[in-house]
């Protein structure tokens, strides 16, 4: 259950977060007063965190007033700022937040009460030893709505252990579908959300935090790669997979996404790497083709994809060791731009 303030600030979309906010009938001209600095400075804060780290930060000793009510005031900066980047990031960054905390909690009826209460779920625990141990049950649509988000192939309903229509979970992995849960539940408010006349006290905030945004978005925009692919940069984990399907040999679903997504980001073309892929074991032309475009944006929500990281990718058994380019970076696309520069 949501008892307490501490629970209130870990989780400040549930619905008694929500009912504890608006019990203050605080309006945004009260943030003109100097009585909500610390509230103020909070939540520039949470959209600084979002914007320059990719997470929102937490730790046990903030203090949980501050906490609760610098959730929505920071929705209201970046909903006020109106841009579909920011959205999405910070989207990204509270879903983050929420993941970690939900991935450590010690109690399985908090879990269950945000899942249920925010979402809808319908979720029971379990103590079932089948091979490894599962910690929830969860509705198999409550699952797909989430699990479909994620590319990996232990996400797929088929690899899952499914009985009468209730799907087998670990805590981690009801914590990562919830955090889906909170990203689509954010970026929703803030899509849906009214812009509002911001008092001075705000309205100074919300323009560093546009600042800031417009520099995180052109040093994105600057990191952009040529849409030539040099085959001779590509960093070791890429090369391994691309000569390991060259080879024949079998390769795992996140090898192969990692692979299309890389080559996709630096201007090789579909068709392409479709060709490329039909050197694998269990090729399907219409299969892969349709995969293809989905990671390239061109099906589905037109959402393009960027490859995983050097710590999943190490994760995942697919870094053949560091180079010295890899001692400095942590993204495939960022050895790829090293490499270009000393071509």
Not at 17 to 42: C, H, M, T, W
Not at 218 to 224: A, N, P, V
């Amino acid at each position: 259950m949501i008892t307490s303030k501490a629970d209130l600030a870990r989780y400040p979309f549930t619905p008694e977060a929500v009912e504890y906010v608006n019990s203050l009938g605080i309006g945004i001209d009260d943030f003109a007063s100097q009585d909500y600095l610390p509230v103020i400075d909070r939540a520039e804060r949470r959209a600084e965190e979002a914007i320059i780290d990719g997470i929102v930060g937490w730790t046990s000793s903030l203090n949980y007033d501050v906490e609760i009510l610098s959730f929505p005031l920071a929705m209201i900066l970046v909903a006020s700022i109106n841009d579909p980047f920011l959205k999405r990031r910070y989207a990204l960054a509270e879903s983050k937040r929420t993941y970690n905390l939900l991935r450590n909690e010690v109690r399985d009826e908090r879990l269950i009460h945000v899942s249920e209460k925010a979402f809808g779920w319908k979720i029971e625990p379990t103590s079932l030893i089948a091979g490894q141990v599962y910690d929830f049950t969860l509705r198999f649509d409550n699952y797909l709505r989430n699990a479909t988000a994620f590319h990996d192939s232990s996400w797929k309903l088929v690899n899952r252990l499914l009985s009468d229509g209730e799907v087998y979970l670990k805590r981690n992995d009801v914590a990562r579908l919830l955090s889906e849960e909170v990203y689509r539940h954010v970026y929703r408010r803030l899509e849906t959300a009214e812009r509002v006349a911001l008092p001075p006290s705000l309205a100074y905030r919300e323009e560093r935090l546009r600042q800031l945004n417009i520099k995180k978005r052109e040093k994105i925009k600057g990191e952009e790669l040529p849409t030539t692919a040099v085959a001779a940069a590509y960093p070791p984990c890429i090369r391994q997979v691309h000569d390991s399907i060259m080879a024949g040999q079998n390769i795992p679903h996140i090898g192969r996404f990692a692979l299309t997504s890389f080559l996709l980001r630096i201007g090789v073309d579909p068709e392409t790497i479709v060709k490329l892929l039909a050197d694998a074991t269990d090729f399907d032309e219409r299969k892969t083709r349709y995969q293809v475009e989905h990671i390239a944006g061109i099906r589905g929500g037109g959402t393009r994809y960027t490859p995983p990281n050097c710590n999943t990718l190490r994760t995942h058994g697919l870094c053949p060791g560091p180079d010295e380019i890899c001692q400095k970076i942590r993204h495939p696309l960022s050895h790829y731009k090293v490499k270009l520069r000393l071509i």
